[in-house]
């Protein structure tokens, strides 16, 4: 009994460290790219970029939710502030690449901030990811 009461303790204690160990490789499992940083003249349009790239072995489940709120501060105007899966464009390498179009409004630097959610997926997990993305934009 004792022998027993042993191992289900050290089951209860590496339980956790697994389940981290499964976060983690889903982290591992893509990166994020955007656009590195949008220059603009006051009234011009642009379009930034947020990319997810998957590795070879993962990818965007095409069937899971998918999201990207923004924000902007005053120097810059989002044509729109929620994205959805019908307004992603799905990559070669199974990922997913929103296109989003901003105005610049007056001068100074800005930034187009936003939360993404997607699931990434690979043969042994599927598990939702956020992430907060960023594109610092400049208008002159």
């Given at each position: 009994?004792?022998?027993?009461?042993?191992?289900?303790?050290?089951?209860?204690?590496?339980?956790?460290?697994?389940?981290?160990?499964?976060?983690?490789?889903?982290a591992k499992?893509?990166?994020?790219?955007?656009?590195?940083?949008?220059?603009?003249?006051?009234?011009?349009?642009?379009?930034?970029?947020?990319?997810?790239?998957?590795?070879?072995?993962?990818?965007v489940s095409?069937?899971?939710?998918?999201?990207?709120?923004?924000?902007?501060?005053?120097?810059?105007?989002?044509?729109?502030?929620?994205?959805?899966?019908?307004?992603?464009?799905?990559?070669?390498?199974?990922?997913?690449?929103?296109?989003?179009?901003?105005?610049?409004?007056?001068?100074?630097?800005?930034?187009?901030?936003?939360?993404?959610?997607?699931?990434?997926?690979?043969?042994?997990?599927?598990?939702?990811?956020?992430?907060?993305?960023?594109?610092?934009?400049?208008?002159?």
């Amino acid at each position: 009994m004792k022998r027993f009461l042993v191992l289900a303790a050290l089951s209860l204690v590496a339980l956790p460290a697994i389940a981290g160990d499964a976060g983690e490789d889903a982290a591992k499992a893509y990166k994020i790219e955007t656009t590195s940083s949008l220059q603009l003249k006051k009234g011009e349009k642009g379009e930034a970029r947020v990319t997810v790239v998957p590795r070879s072995d993962a990818h965007v489940s095409p069937d899971a939710p998918l999201s990207l709120a923004l924000s902007s501060g005053p120097s810059v105007q989002l044509a729109k502030t929620k994205f959805g899966r019908a307004d992603g464009t799905a990559t070669p390498q199974k990922g997913v690449a929103f296109s989003i179009p901003v105005t610049a409004t007056a001068a100074g630097k800005d930034e187009v901030k936003g939360q993404l959610s997607f699931f990434i997926c690979t043969e042994k997990l599927c598990e939702r990811q956020k992430r907060d993305v960023t594109v610092p934009v400049t208008v002159e």
